[in-house]
């Protein structure tokens, strides 16, 4: 008889060896593509040219002291049917401005590539107004003012929800 034929035919090192490797490769290999998914997806920039904005942090706070001078109100909200961003513009007395230039930045946290920006059309009133297209869900808004192509004068944040 040969020693081939007096070995057992259970569980044998080789076949542990087989499946420790394969259980290993199957992990391995599944965090491979959750880390290259990750990174493509989110580059973990969130805020472009962070490090000229440090270096100009005091003359933003010199632009934001002028800002809260003007006493300016702006309200960011959602038109009734959702699809329209609107800005409501009063100044320190609470009489509508009008004619001014007003830009909104949309910006969709956690997702990058639905952020979007656009110029908001007067209505009368003081009120802007701008259409949102389809994205959906929590918005941070930034909205800028100028008046006729000027340097920026006003600036407001808000967070919407949009269902």
Do not use: C
Request: aromatic letters at 6%; a negative charge; hydrophobic letters at 40%.
């Amino acid at each position: 008889m040969t020693d081939r034929a007096k070995r057992p035919k259970g569980l044998r090192g080789v076949h542990v060896l087989a499946m420790m490797g394969g259980f290993f490769s199957v992990v391995i290999a599944t965090d491979i593509v959750f880390i290259f998914h990750a990174v493509s997806s989110f580059p973990g920039e969130v805020t472009p040219r962070s490090y000229v904005q440090g270096i100009e942090f005091n003359s933003e706070l010199e632009r934001k002291a002028k800002q809260d001078e003007l006493g300016w109100t702006v309200g960011i909200g959602l038109s009734q049917s959702e699809d329209a961003l609107v800005v409501d513009l009063k100044d320190a007395a609470g009489v509508p401005l009008n004619g001014q230039e007003v830009r909104a930045a949309v910006r969709s946290p956690g997702l990058p590539s639905a952020d979007f920006e656009l110029g908001l059309d007067p209505l009368g009133e003081g009120l802007y107004s701008g259409a949102l297209g389809d994205v959906r869900g929590r918005l941070d808004v930034s909205v800028e003012i100028r008046s006729s192509g000027q340097d920026l004068m006003f600036e407001a944040h808000r967070r919407l929800r949009r269902q």
